[in-house]
C-alpha cells in the first residue's frame, strides 16, 4: 500500500509501486592521490583514486500502474536525464 506521488490517490493493497528518478545531477569527483591503502603482512601499498564525473539520482517518486501516471513518470524522467542539474564538487 502507498500513496502516488503524482495523483494522489492511495493505492490498494498488493499494488505494484514503481519507483521512478524524476531529478538527477552532474557529479565530479576529483583526483586523491594516494587514497586507497593495501596492507599486507610486511608491506604498505598506496593506490591513486582517479576521480571522474557522472550522473546520479537526485530525487525518485512513487508512481501508481495507471497508464496516465506512468506517462507522466516518464515524462519527468525523460526531461530530468535529458538536462541533469550542474556539477558540484564533494566536501573533503
Ligand atoms: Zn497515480
Redesign the pocket.
Known sequence: MFR??????S?PPRTSCNIVPVKHKKVVFPFRKEANVFKSWQETEKKNDPGGEGVQIAKEIK????K??ANRAKSMYDASIRDPEPAWLPRR
Open positions: 502516488c506521488d503524482i495523483c494522489g490517490a493505492a508512481v501508481c500502474p495507471r496516465s501516471c
